[in-house]
């Protein structure tokens, strides 16, 4: 079975950063998609920023110019690099991952955000 476990979150002031971490008991070199949600209470989850085996990246209208997703290999971790935080940022975010040979979605346990003064 394979884990995803989140790392990196806590309480940060309004234009603040922080780095989510992602990292993965499997390789990622394989990896067919790999991606940050968030889900804000009340909310729908939703896609915040993505990562595909072409190294193209994809990010919400919401977090561009402000958040960067990136991979490093040799650790199997994905990070999510958040600045200029915003209130409307606070939610828990999770990381999502899917390999090509399987195509099986899989979820980390989430790790929350809070932007507040």
């Known amino acids: 079975q394979v884990q995803l476990v989140e790392s990196g979150g806590g309480l940060v002031q309004p234009g603040g950063s922080l780095r989510l971490s992602c990292a993965a008991s499997r390789s990622i070199r394989s990896i067919y998609y790999m991606g940050w949600y968030r889900q804000a209470p009340g909310k729908q989850r939703e896609l915040v920023a993505g990562?595909?085996?072409?190294?193209?990246?994809n990010y919400a209208d919401s977090v561009k110019g402000r958040f960067t997703i990136s991979s490093d290999n040799a650790k199997n971790t994905v990070y999510l690099q958040m600045n200029s935080l915003k209130p409307e940022d606070t939610a828990v975010y999770y990381c999502n991952a899917k390999w090509a040979t399987d195509l099986l979605n899989y979820w980390g346990q989430g790790t929350q955000v809070t932007v507040s003064s």
């Open positions: 990562i595909s085996s072409g190294s193209s990246r």
